[in-house]
């Protein structure tokens, strides 16, 4: 199994922090933030130095919704001239103009740009606060919550045959799934050095754990999300249970099989999770003795090995319905926090 990281640059601005500071800091600061209720919009602005500034905007129509927006720009005067960040060899597109202070920030077009196209960042919005931001993350997360629970009930109730009994293995499976998403996803605030006490070394067993910032419920929020989405999707009525085809879990997890005529199966499963921090890649081939059908389900399992150092992965595969399980178990330590179980739907193959 190999190892690497893979970038997703939607993942790399979410929520930059929640602390709230002047617009027009000479230093750079921790990030102001302001918010369009009527349009559930949220605007991150962080200044750098030498007078740049990074501007995000995240659109929650959906609860736990990854739509966003970033820019960057400078200050100039009393407001910040800004356009989106893209790739060297591309257009930035439309210049923008933020004016306003620690109340609130209206972004409007540049003056005499021609057909200028807004990506929908324009309007007010105003300055809420850490507290504030915050309780607007843990509805949010609630929102999310309760959309996944009444995707689990309709998909129990309403999917078709077999694959009713899927919502209640996944909703089983979700508190671990939603656990090994955060430990890549979310990354706590540096917590201030403070001097060792005896109090401090000793805590006492009632003592309250650290306050969740904004950033812990948005990314429980976008987990959520990304579970409902999934679940909310029923499986291809057009499977029969058979081995060839693409499948995905929701949550970056992607296997692909092929059935060869002699009966074996050519596997190859990726994944890439939370974005660019982690991935993992791995593929080989089971052995047509390896594969079993019985009462309508399939089984295959063998051991995949890869790299020079000959590492082996013990790969066991379940095919039932419109879906595939996953398990699989390395024999050597792996350092990456990526994860190839789980549940994945199936689609069908494209026509070559």
């Known amino acids: 199994m190999k190892t690497h990281c893979l970038a997703n640059p939607r993942s790399l601005w979410l929520l930059l922090g929640v602390c709230a500071a002047p617009l027009f800091s000479a230093e750079p600061q921790t990030p102001s933030h302001f918010f369009d209720e009527p349009g559930r919009r949220y605007l991150s602005v962080r200044p750098q130095s030498g007078g740049r500034v990074d501007v995000t905007v995240r659109a929650a129509g959906d609860p736990g919704s990854s739509w966003l927006w970033v820019g960057q720009g400078t200050r100039q005067e009393k407001q910040i001239v ?205 052995p047509a003795e390896a594969v079993h059908e019985k009462d309508g389900e399939s089984t295959a399992e063998s051991a995949f090995t890869e790299g020079e150092d000959q590492r082996q992965t013990q790969v066991r595969l379940r095919r039932k319905g419109g879906f595939l399980w996953v398990e699989s178990k390395a024999k050597q330590p792996n350092v990456s926090a990526a994860w190839l179980d789980g549940v994945y739907r199936w689609s069908p193959a494209p026509v070559e």
């Not at 004016?99 to 105003?126: C, H, N």
């Not at 812990?216 to 999300?225: F, G, P, V």
């Open 82 to 286: 800004f356009a989106a960040v893209v790739a060297e060899d591309q257009d930035r597109g439309a210049f923008f103009v933020a004016k306003g202070g620690e109340s609130k920030l209206e972004i409007s077009f540049r003056p005499g740009q021609k057909m200028p196209q807004d990506p929908g960042i324009l309007g007010v919005y105003r300055h809420i606060s850490e507290e504030k931001l915050t309780q607007l993350m843990k509805k949010e997360f609630q929102a999310a919550e309760d959309r996944l629970d009444a995707t689990l009930k309709n998909a129990s109730r309403t999917w078709s045959g077999v694959d009713k009994a899927v919502a209640g293995d996944w909703k089983t499976r979700w508190p671990g799934l939603r656990e090994k998403w955060m430990k890549i996803a979310y990354q706590p605030p540096a917590q201030a050095a403070a001097k060792p006490t005896v109090a401090a070394t000793t805590p006492s067993k009632d003592a309250a754990g650290p306050e969740k910032d904004a950033n812990h419920w948005l990314k429980l929020a976008q987990a959520t999300a990304l579970g409902y989405s999934f679940m909310q999707q029923p499986p291809e009525l057009r499977s029969a249970g058979g081995w060839d085809g693409e499948y995905d879990d929701g949550f970056g997890g992607h296997v692909s099989i092929r059935r060869s005529k002699d009966g074996r199966l050519r596997v190859t499963l990726s994944c890439t999770r939370g974005g660019e921090l982690q991935g993992t890649d791995l593929s080989g081939a089971i």
